[in-house]
C-alpha cells in the first residue's frame, strides 16, 4: 500500500506516519484529533488546536467515518526494551 485516500479530508500512507491515518496533507493523527474529541473538544476548537492546518470539517469527517465503522484507528504499538 503506498496511498490511499480516505473521503475527502483523510489518508494513509506507509511513507507517512507509517502507514497511519492522518488528514490529508499534513502529518497529524486521525487519532489524536479522536482524542480530543473524546476529551470533550468540539471540531471547532480542534482545529483552532491545529491552527487551521485541520479543518473543523475534517475532524467531523473522521469521527463520522469512525462511528459508523468505515475506519478504524488504532494507536501504534509503543516500543519496549527487550
Known sequence: M???EIGK????DTRVCKGRLIFRGTRIL?????????A???????A??????VTAKGV????????R?????????SKTAA
Not at 479530508?9 to 494513509?12: E, I, K, P, Q, T
Not at 465503522?69 to 504499538?77: A, F, L, N, S
Request: proline share 4%.
Open 2 to 4: 503506498a496511498r490511499i
Open 30 to 38: 486521525v487519532s489524536d484529533a479522536l482524542e480530543l474529541t473524546e
Open 69 to 77: 465503522g468505515i475506519v478504524r484507528e488504532i494507536p501504534g504499538r
Open 48 to 53: 483552532r488546536q491545529y491552527r487551521g492546518i
Open 60 to 67: 467531523r469527517e473522521a469521527l463520522a467515518l469512525t462511528r
Open 9 to 12: 479530508y483523510l489518508a494513509a
Open 40 to 46: 470533550g473538544y468540539t471540531p471547532e476548537a480542534i
